[in-house]
């Protein structure tokens, strides 16, 4: 294979981002993570490539950008095909579609709104979150991975969002493997993988992270 540049631009703690990069890790794709700071000004290349929305993760290969973290994936398992992330048959392949779509609208805003929160609205978002990890741990139910026997698609879009479950706890006053045992479960199998283990960061700095959005948002 002739040699091909392959970029993405990144920010640490974003989950976005380190779906990107374990999909290109499980491909075992070599490329350059460029750091963009979000809070200081947003890179030229950054505004370039992806001029609607404007935020990471951008990947960029051989200078075209593919933007949005769910649809950098799709084309990085359609880009470098072994090994698949989706699973070989059509059904298969619409339900970890239909997942991932599920887990892009529900997940990081209903655990966003824990640390968002005061006093009883705090409660109530545990509430509304929790439920939303019972729904995915029922499309789990007793299998390794979302997919089955093998670590794939859905499990890309879902475990980097577990890195800010810390947080959500600390700020929510609750363990969350007590409400979902076989998700908890499933989220040290994939830590068990070099390329998530490797890739997420410590949650305790994700907690710090959050401390200091609230603290920019007046949320004290």
């Keep these: ?16 981002c ?14 350059e993570d460029r750091e963009e700071d979000l809070f200081g000004g947003k890179s030229e290349l950054l505004l370039k490539s992806n001029p609607i929305y404007q935020k990471v993760p951008v990947l960029l290969h051989n200078g075209k950008p593919v933007c949005e973290s769910t649809n950098i994936v799709s084309y990085i398992d359609e880009t470098w095909p ?26 990081f805003d209903a655990g966003s ?15 509304d979150f929790i439920e939303i990890l019972k729904q995915l741990e029922g499309a789990l139910g007793e299998k390794d991975y979302f997919g089955g026997d093998s670590f794939g698609f859905v499990d890309i879009i879902a475990v980097p969002l577990t ?4 947080a959500c706890e600390k700020f929510g006053g609750f363990e969350f493997e007590d409400h979902c045992p076989k998700f ?12 998530v283990s490797k890739i997420l960061p410590d949650p305790e700095k994700v907690y710090e992270f959050v401390i200091m959005l609230r603290k920019m948002r007046g949320i004290e």
């Design 1 to 16: 294979m002739s040699k091909e540049e392959v970029v993405l631009l990144d920010f640490w703690v974003s989950p976005f």
């Design 18 to 31: 380190n779906r990107a990069k374990i999909a290109l890790a499980e491909k075992g794709v070599a490329h």
């Design 82 to 107: 072994s090994p698949a992330l989706l699973p070989p048959c059509p059904y298969g392949r619409a339900s970890a579609r239909f997942w991932a779509d599920f887990i892009d609208k529900k997940v």
């Design 113 to 127: 709104k824990i640390w968002k929160s005061k006093g009883e609205e705090v409660e109530v978002a545990k509430r």
């Design 163 to 166: 890195s800010w479950f810390h």
């Design 184 to 195: 908890s479960a499933w989220m040290k199998r994939c830590m068990e993988r070099e390329s």
